[in-house]
Each structure stands twice: as C-alpha cells, then as structure tokens.
C-alpha cells in the first residue's frame, strides 16, 4: 500500500557529486521523518542522514559538510545530495520514512529497495 522508490545511483569518480532522490507513493495520511541509511557489502547499515517533518536534519560525521538532505513535501520526496564523494562512501543507499498510513491508520517504517553508489578512486 506503501512503498518508496529511489533513484539517482550509480558510478562516479572520487570527488564527483550524485543525488538521490526517494518518492513515497500510496495510501499516506502523512509523513514524518525520511532518512537515509547505507549498508556496504558485509557490514551494518548504518544511518547516513534524516530531516524531520520540522525540517530538522542530523547527519553522521563521516559525511557532515559533504552532503546534504532535503525534502520536497508536496511532492513526498526526499533528497540526498552527496558532494565530494570518496570511495569509501560506496555502498547501497536505502531511503527510510516514518508513514502514517491511509488505510489503517497506522505509523510504519518504509524502506526503498536500494540504489547503489560506486565511487571509483
């Protein structure tokens, strides 16, 4: 009923730039915070960067300065801009937001089906 889709990945050199975009679609009463998380093969996923419905946004040190989340709300998307990419910042990136959902509801975590980002040295 749910579901989020992602776009914007792929190859880049270190240094260039990519932006991902995530779009929540289906029956949503309202959306609160969308995030974004990044597993590389073997490892933990691990949260990149979230906004809040407020417009507050953290992000983790390793990319803080680098790159930036935004959100569309008219358009239930989120954005993530990724400047200055280094090569180990590749990984899946999976967009997560907290939905209330039409039908019954309830609030839920969604998560998007991944886009991958490979940065080349």
């Known amino acids: 009923q749910v579901q989020l889709v992602e776009s914007g990945g792929g190859l880049v050199q270190a240094g260039g730039s990519l932006r991902l975009s995530c779009t929540a679609s289906g029956s949503i009463f309202t959306i609160d915070t969308m995030g974004w998380y990044r597993q590389a093969p073997g490892k933990e996923r691990e949260l990149v960067a979230r906004v809040t419905s407020g417009g507050y946004t953290n992000y983790a040190d390793s990319v803080k300065g680098r790159f930036t989340i935004s959100r569309d709300n008219a358009k239930n998307t989120v954005y993530l801009q990724m400047n200055s990419l280094k090569p180990e910042d590749a990984a899946v990136y999976y967009c997560?937001?907290?939905?209330?959902?039409?039908?019954?509801?309830?609030?839920?975590?969604?998560w998007g089906q991944g886009t991958q980002v490979t940065v080349s040295s």
């Open positions: 997560k937001a907290h939905i209330l959902s039409g039908v019954d509801m309830n609030y839920n975590d969604y």
